[in-house]
């Protein structure tokens, strides 16, 4: 589809403010509505369009399954290691208020670095399902492919 | 334990016990080498399995733990809460995860493509970790998020078996799984809307507030509905034969010890301590609907296991069979009887685990587990077979095996409730058994094998573990103090009622 000039131009000028919205969602969700998971989905969605446009291929060279694969890993290991590190300093699992100096920055952080990864595992987990899909039985070019 | 991270640890265990197999998932899809994955699998395992019995140790000795997640306090934060009853089940789960992963690898690398083989082991985990959260979870919204994890995983297991069918069989169960799982979320949507909690122990105390209406009677319904589903009573269990057989062997023998268990594990919870035995069985009289579905069970699983010429498939039927036993417990509603049922979870998830180990085993050399490729077993794998017929007379319960034990309490439990035909039932479902072992053991030792076949047994990595489950079976059939006091007493809690 690249080439069409209408998709391609407004895609190439969407993509960038569907992903800057994605990261807006993402740090904002501690103080307003949003989240890691609203965050990576819209993230995501910036790079299924781009897929959708510019075809599977050239994708697949920025996000290649391999960096996704590990990608879904850090974003979960993230969300752990602070469960791990609020232990390690005397809280329960998750006890966001011993983070920090003081409960309500603990709180902050906290849920600062455990969406930051859900967000990472959520936006991966997208891309790879689509990729999936869109690869899906062919060896070769997908049909996303097609005209390149 | 008295330095500051021993006791750091110690506070921490309950959470440690649900979040190390979790974390330990990623690392093994990170490493992406399949021995590696496999060790550090195997050392989470075990490690699982000295937390269960840690906390085991912990609540006898100074009675429940509850474990406030991120530090809010039940009801209103999430709650990991172990009981006698719960610890009992980690320690079943823990258990049979680290023995089977134990045995698992060479049968793994002869059945699964070598370069997909980490992700196994990191689904391995992922379940685990679901299976444990089920049982220590104290909020019911958390039991079906977990529920949720640890099937996901299973689906993925299940479909990575050597068979093409395994693909159709997993799907299948994907289903079913599915619309059991919604079934338990629609069952605790509405006890929310009644109640206005989801804290299992809150929940409990305000319904006893309350006036049970149709509302709650549905949300017992469809709790029941998506337990029996997931615990694969009949006739909601059709999914359990074919993922069963088509499913990597090892994976096999995990399922069929844990999966099913902490189902069941989840329905007398939910039916003991949520509903509480006066509303579910005085009130609602649930009895009148699962102690028929656990007889035809016992009955129907064992017929159809006679007739089967598979024996992995022939063991899922036995499985369904078992199942009943165990839901005859809880249906009972009495200490007794639902003692029967627990020590009867934990002993048929050692001997069945231990048969589908043999099975695999089996599997491993000779590529096959129906019944024509395994004649004259006896000759070929002198050790394997004979396990298996130690465990074949600990499931139909030949006094001194551990399947003796738990029919003995279910046998007392009925006739406690002067439900005497229901005993004798159970003798002969009983005798059904002996039927579909002995046609597995005289293909093994009265039919000769094959002229071409030699005598090649599996190898020590894969029988020692199988031995030592078939050996405890046949252990805890003999000194029965420990698993029968604690099933007894995780009896007495479920059904007292509040702490």
């Known amino acids: ?148 | 334990m008295s330095s500051p991270l021993g006791e750091l640890i110690r506070e921490n265990l309950p959470a440690l016990q649900v979040i190390l197999p979790m974390i330990m998932a990623p690392v093994c899809v990170l490493v992406r080498h399949r021995t590696v994955a496999w060790f550090l699998a195997v050392a989470v395992t075990w490690t699982t399995f000295a937390i269960s019995l840690a906390l085991l140790q912990i609540v006898r000795a100074h009675g429940l733990i509850s474990y406030a997640m991120g530090g809010w306090e039940a009801p209103w934060g999430i709650e990991l809460r172990i009981e006698p009853v719960n610890a009992f089940v980690l320690l079943i789960v823990s258990g049979i995860s680290a023995v089977v992963l134990s045995a698992a690898r060479r049968s793994f690398e002869e059945e699964i493509p070598r370069d997909r083989l980490y992700l196994l082991y990191a689904a391995f985990l992922l379940c685990e970790t679901g299976l444990l959260g089920m049982a220590g979870a104290g909020d019911a919204f958390n039991v079906f998020v977990f529920l949720e994890i640890s099937s996901l995983a299973t689906y993925a297991m299940i479909a990575m078996g050597p068979h093409r069918r395994a693909l159709t069989s997993a799907f299948r169960y994907l289903v079913m799984g599915t619309v059991g799982g919604t079934f338990i979320l629609f069952g605790i949507g509405l006890l929310y809307m009644v109640t206005g909690t989801l804290n299992i122990e809150d929940l409990h105390h305000r319904l006893q507030a309350i006036d049970a209406d149709r509302t709650v009677l549905v949300a017992l319904v469809c709790v029941l509905i998506g337990t029996s589903i997931k615990l694969a009573l009949l006739p909601l269990g059709a999914w359990l034969p074919n993922a069963y057989t088509f499913a990597p062997s090892a994976v096999t023998a995990f399922l069929a010890a844990t999966a099913t268990k902490v189902a069941f594990y989840v329905m007398a919870r939910f039916v003991y301590r949520i509903f509480g035995a006066d509303l579910a069985f005085e009130r609602f009289h649930i009895d009148s609907v699962l102690m028929p579905l656990a007889l035809i069970a016992m009955f129907l699983g064992a017929a159809l296991a006679i007739f089967e010429r598979d024996v992995k498939r022939l063991l899922a039927y036995s499985s369904l069979s078992q199942i009943g036993y165990m839901v005859l417990g809880l249906s009972l509603a009495s200490v007794t009887g639902l003692t029967g049922g627990i020590v009867h979870l934990f002993n048929h998830a050692l001997m069945k685990s231990g048969l589908f180990l043999v099975m695999a085993c089996a599997a491993y050399r000779i590529g096959s587990t129906r019944l024509s490729a395994l004649r004259g077993l006896g000759k070929r794998m002198p050790i394997t077979a004979a396990t298996f017929v130690a465990g074949g007379l600990a499931m139909i319960g030949v006094p001194l095996t551990a399947g003796f034990v738990s029919k003995w309490y279910l046998v007392k439990g009925a006739l406690e409730n002067d439900l005497w035909p229901v005993a004798l039932l159970v003798l002969l479902s009983s005798l059904l058994a002996v039927i579909y072992v002995w046609k597995v053991v005289e293909v093994f030792y009265f039919q000769e094998p094959p002229e071409e076949a030699g005598r090649q047994e599996a190898p020590w990595s894969m029988l020692l573990p199988t031995m030592f489950l078939i050996g405890a079976s046949l252990y805890f059939g003999i000194f029965t103090d420990g698993t029968v006091g604690i099933a007894e007493w995780s009896a007495r809690e479920l059904l007292g009622g509040a702490p």
């Not at chain 1, 994605?22 to 509505?33: A, E, I, N």
């Not at chain 1, 920025?62 to 879904?72: D, G, Y």
């Open chain 1, 1 to 148: 589809m690249k080439h069409n000039e209408i998709l391609r131009v407004s895609g190439k000028s969407l993509i960038p403010f569907i992903m800057m919205f994605g990261l807006y969602v993402q740090f904002h969700g501690d103080y307003g509505p949003g989240g890691g998971f609203q965050a990576g989905v819209i993230f995501a969605a910036g790079v299924v369009l781009y897929t959708l446009i510019f075809g599977l291929r050239r994708a697949r060279r920025v996000f290649s399954p391999r960096t996704m694969e590990a990608w879904i890993c850090a974003g979960v290991l993230l969300y752990g290691s602070v469960g791990l590190l609020s232990m390690l300093k005397g809280g329960a699992f998750l006890d966001y208020n011993v983070l920090a100096h003081d409960p309500v920055h603990g709180q902050h952080w906290g849920i600062l670095w455990v969406e930051l990864g859900v967000g990472i595992t959520v936006t991966a987990v997208m891309i790879t399902l689509f990729f999936l899909f869109a690869g899906r039985g062919l060896r070769g070019p997908s049909r996303l492919d097609h005209e390149d």
